[in-house]
């Protein structure tokens, strides 16, 4: 452990905003924000909005994105879920409709729900995911029905209460957004300070435990900051689209990166970005609800690097296949003609001899030849048939050298019967990197087996060659 | 209104209509919970709103039929886009599922919003279900009042029934051992597919009558408890089919007395009952595990008791075994002092003054004890490199967990145990 200097400055921080808040007083730091706007003539309200929904977005990204790499993804779904009983308690028992001591009901009952889950988990048979939806489902289930008692309450007092379900970003006052914007920022203060614990937290809790870390309770601190962020979330967005701010960022920002310190900003960004370009199209656009404009911001963002991400993305993987293929039937082509020429190395063979091989098509295996004759490997002779070039020997060498080099070692060293080597062998020689065809050779060499000349004769009879084991 | 069954008529279908959705959710639900999905109920049920306000868009009417069938392909494209995301993105199947069903509820939003926002479709009924209110909608079958989502529920309810009886040997060996499916021939791919269609259907039928809340918790609900309650997957399905009928009952009626939304009170039911097999389940409980705990505890303090006063009387010391020094020497504390009790109770332990001495049985019982200690011990010198004085602990242990069975095995590897430990200890 890092020694209690995260707690100290937790604690620290906590008392200064404490103390700036009893000294100051909300309405004054509003006071403030809005003389500045003034003076640099911004206007006011929309700076608001803008910040708070923009600190929002990348609080629950960054904190959402440990949910998804510790495959707790839906948690923030059912802690969301799971916060309603406490708003409708907290009404209940304030009877008005007082935005803070609704937050902190949320807070507690969702804290309670995502311990519940963790409980269930740990202490009992019950998976994960049937944790997480016994807690959403049941928790929610309260809810509802607590909720339908704070709507028979005669004073009628209770509008508001559906905004936690849907979210209404325009039915925030300016205090709801300061509480919102110093929520999230403290939340991202916490998340910086403790850095380092959550990541050894994220990837290897056991090596933490055993390094007497407090696991449990830094696994509470991040619970509970979770917790925080989906509570502070839900007027402004709502039950459902909460859960989207929490793990689209990290999923869309895992594609680009390994690095957690490079995951953490960008998930970070994108989260910033679609909240605020959520945030301005609501805003010019008549009737665009703001929450479900930004999780659509963030889902495009999420399906661009999907396809477009440089190693992970699909696009790449599809490109990497397309060349991988391409370089095994130019391989296949190159030893097919090598082996159908292997006893007079100037002769020439026709398309058919060569489809009749590898069990192509004639059209294929001319496709396949044209191909080659354009990068030089192989030439059309006088009477229309194929040879290889010199270029085109020295490459198909290679590839018969390993193709050899490998089924002699499942010969020599597996003790594979040499008629069962070929189809084996086929499918490692265009992997095989060089280090390991040297250590091959090198063994085989060792006992005897490897001859001097650079490729040895094959272990078995050659399909399709004329007069060789015939 | 009429009567069915002698019950008020709108009763009995918001009983009848709750019981369907629950006993069919358990049935799928045994399914999923076991192949670790039991969330999709819940992102099926969000998933279908743009299906929903593109069947609005496109007819212009809130006819069910159009309706049911945009959630349908609404629910169906979210099954296949969560598995092609996590197939082929390489993305956590929660994580795919989170952001497939968020991404659709927001577009089902916006399209509503910008849409159809002229159109009633109250946040509430998707979320409650209109149970009270849908048991009035009804249509006229074979002479008796129907409500419509009844209709609907029964042949998902039908099918569903005829899927798990066809499929049961498939639906099986896929959820425990899809590898082995694979290798026997089954079509893995085929069973999922079929059962997830099922799934959608059946989140679609039942989240217009219960609410998309009850949707998510009976697919998990009864399944999860029967999960606690047996080993056996026809067990199971039975207990988690009939959970699911007493969720209904329950349900109705505490709602009824509490004046409260069926559909909510009966998931804090399905929570309660869910609770009650986590605290009572017979093996798997937690009074059941602690008290097995405690049972065990007092077996191995009782049988430590034992050993030691056979063991004092063996080496003939002068002095007799006080009760203070045995209880300290088998752990000392509460559970030993019952152990005594209970030893002193079954006659193989008497005391008299401060003062603990076997009985004529209880020797008995303590010869056989410390011969098991002293045959471990024998072996472990035999086949195992260790100094005598390592000897004792790991026997100490043993002799609390050798079955007659692992005795004889060992009689016949050391037929005469002269064990080292020959002094009391």
């Known amino acids: ?470 | 209104m009429d009567t069915v069954f002698g019950m008020d008529a709108i009763v009995f279908w918001i009983i009848a209509t709750m019981a369907m959705v629950n006993v069919t959710g358990a049935l799928l639900g045994t399914f999923l919970v076991l192949r670790r999905m039991s969330l999709l109920g819940d992102a099926i049920s969000h998933a279908v709103l743009p299906g929903l306000a593109l069947a609005f868009i496109l007819t212009n009417t809130r006819e069910p039929f159009p309706m049911l069938l945009g959630a349908l392909v609404a629910g169906l494209l979210t099954v296949l886009l969560t598995h092609l995301i996590h197939r082929y993105a390489n993305v956590p199947e929660d994580a795919a599922m989170g952001v497939v069903f968020t991404s659709l509820f927001a577009l089902g939003v916006v399209m509503i919003t910008r849409v159809a926002s002229h159109v009633d479709l109250d946040p509430g009924c998707v979320l409650y279900g209109v149970l009270e209110s849908a048991a009035l909608d009804t249509r006229n079958i074979a002479g008796m009042e129907v409500p419509r989502v009844a209709v609907t529920l029964s042949a998902v309810f039908l099918a569903t029934v005829v899927f798990v009886v066809l499929f049961w040997k498939e639906l099986k060996i896929v959820s425990f051992d899809p590898q082995l499916a694979t290798t026997l021939g089954i079509n893995a791919d085929r069973v999922h597919y079929l059962l997830m269609g099922l799934v959608a259907a059946f989140t679609v039928a039942a989240f217009e009558a219960v609410g998309s809340i009850l949707v998510v918790a009976m697919l998990i609900a009864p399944a999860a408890t029967a999960f606690l309650l047996t080993d056996r997957l026809h067990w199971m399905t039975l207990i988690a089919a009939a959970t699911g009928i007493l969720i209904a009952i329950l349900g109705r009626n505490i709602a009824a007395v509490y004046d409260a939304p069926v559909a909510g009170m009966a998931s804090v039911v399905a929570g309660g009952l869910f609770m009650l097999a986590v605290l009572f389940a017979p093996r798997y409980g937690i009074v059941a595990r602690r008290l097995a705990q405690v049972r065990l505890g007092l077996r191995i303090s009782g049988e430590d008791l034992l050993g030691l006063a056979y063991r004092w009387q063996e080496s003939g010391a002068r002095a007799s075994l006080t009760a203070s020094g045995a209880l300290e020497a088998a752990g000392g504390g509460v559970v030993s002092r019952v152990a005594l009790w209970l030893l002193r109770r079954a006659g193989l332990l008497v005391k008299s003054g401060d003062s603990v001495r076997l009985t004529a049985s209880g020797e008995e019982r303590a010869s056989r004890l410390v011969h098991r200690h002293r045959l471990w011990e024998a072996y472990l010198a035999k086949h195992l490199p260790l100094p005598d004085d390592h000897l004792h602990s790991p026997a100490d242990r043993m002799e609390h967990f050798m079955d007659s069975d692992l005795q004889r095995q060992v009689e016949e590897q050391v037929p005469e145990p002269h064990g080292p430990s020959g002094a009391p200890r």
């Open chain 1, 1 to 470: 452990m890092s020694g209690p200097a995260p707690w100290l400055a937790v604690l620290a921080l906590a008392t200064l905003q404490a103390v700036l808040f009893a000294l100051v007083g909300a309405d004054r730091l509003l006071g403030w924000v809005q003389a500045a706007c003034a003076s640099a003539g911004l206007p006011y309200n929309t700076v608001m909005v803008l910040a708070g929904s923009g600190l929002l977005g990348i609080c629950s990204a960054v904190i959402g994105s440990y949910a998804v790499l510790r495959r707790r993804s839906l948690f923030g779904d059912a802690v969301a879920h799971a916060a309603l009983p406490g708003i409708a308690l907290a009404y209940l028992i304030a009877r008005e409709r007082h935005f803070f001591s609704l937050l902190m009901g949320a807070l507690i009952s969702g804290v309670l729900g995502a311990m519940v889950i963790t409980w269930l988990r740990q202490s009992t048979r019950t998976r994960q995911d049937a944790a997480i939806g016994l807690v959403l489902s049941v928790f929610f289930g309260l809810g509802i029905v607590l909720t339908s008692a704070v709507q028979r309450d005669p004073s009628g007092a209770h509008a508001g209460l559906e905004g936690f379900l849907l979210g209404k970003t325009a039915g925030l006052i300016s205090q709801d957004l300061l509480l919102i914007a110093v929520t999230s920022a403290n939340i991202l203060l916490l998340v910086w300070l403790f850095q380092k614990e959550f990541l050894l937290l994220s990837f290897d809790p056991g090596f933490a435990a055993v390094q007497r870390w407090p696991v449990p309770a830094l696994d509470i601190l991040m619970m509970t900051l979770l917790v925080a962020a989906t509570v502070i979330g839900l007027p402004a967005v709502g039950v459902v689209l909460m859960a989207a701010m929490l793990i689209i960022p990290g999923v869309a920002a895992r594609f680009w990166t390994d690095r957690l310190a490079a995951l953490l900003p960008l998930s970070g960004v994108i989260g910033l970005g679609s909240a605020i370009a959520g945030t301005y199209v609501s805003s010019i656009r008549e009737g665009m609800p703001t929450g479900p404009v930004i999780v659509l911001a963030a889902a495009a963002v999420c399906l661009f690097s999907m396809f477009a991400a440089p190693r992970r993305g699909i696009a790449a993987g599809v490109l990497r296949r397309l060349r991988m293929q391409e370089r095994v039937a130019r391989q296949n082509l190159l030893r097919s003609l090598y082996e159908l020429v292997e006893e007079a190395p100037d002769s020439a063979v026709t398309a058919e001899d060569v489809a009749g091989k590898r069990s192509w098509g004639v059209a294929d295996a001319l496709k396949l030849l044209r191909r080659a004759e354009a990068r030089g490997e192989v030439r059309r002779t006088t009477d229309g048939r194929w040879t290889l070039t010199d270029l085109g020997l020295q490459r198909a060498l290679d590839v018969v050298r390993a193709h050899r080099l490998w089924e002699l070692y499942l010969v020599e060293q597996a003790s594979i019967a040499a008629d069962h080597v070929d189809r084996d062998a086929d499918e490692l020689e265009h992997i095989l990197p060089p280090e390991m065809l040297h250590q091959l050779e090198d063994r085989l060499k060792q006992k005897g087996r490897w001859p001097e000349d650079r490729v040895p004769a094959s272990v078995h009879p050659l399909e399709g060659v004329a007069g060789e084991g015939r």
